[in-house]
């Protein structure tokens, strides 16, 4: 089994930036994708971003592609998710993930198996 922490939400303004990260504990050897999603109140949780660890290889939402960077280090104990130039859609709370499997469909979270606490994201116009 594999714990998930979270730390680093927490309120920008827009165009903002914040860096959010994920420790993880446990039987982390085990873990091929960790990602991120978000939910917002009245949403369902929403992927993000995503990196699988076989060849390091890194997946995002077409909302945050070009503005978020997710990464990793060659462990597997900690994820990281930079998010730049932040708008108020991006307000949510985001949770950090982490699947056991090699899984093809990174954008389900019924796929992952490990999720951290969330940490509040709030961006003000």
């Known amino acids: 089994q594999v714990q998930l922490v979270s730390s680093g939400g927490g309120e920008v303004q827009t165009g903002g930036s914040l860096r959010l990260s994920c420790a993880a504990s446990?039987?982390?050897?085990?873990?091929?994708?960790m990602g991120w999603f978000r939910q917002a109140p009245g949403k369902e949780r929403e992927f993000v971003a995503a990196?699988?660890?076989?060849?390091?290889?890194?997946y995002y939402a077409d909302s945050v592609k070009g503005r978020f960077i997710v990464a990793g280090n060659y462990a597997k104990t900690t994820v990281a998710l930079q998010m730049a130039r932040l708008k108020p859609e991006d307000t949510a709370v985001y949770y950090c993930?982490?699947?056991?499997?090699?899984?093809?469909?990174?954008?389900?979270?019924?796929?992952?198996?490990?999720w951290g606490q969330g940490t509040q994201v709030t961006v003000s116009s």
């Open positions: 446990g039987r982390t050897f085990s873990t091929y994708v």
């Open positions: 990196i699988r660890w076989s060849g390091s290889s890194t």
């Open positions: 993930a982490a699947a056991i499997r090699n899984i093809a469909a990174l954008s389900s979270p019924s796929n992952f198996d490990s």
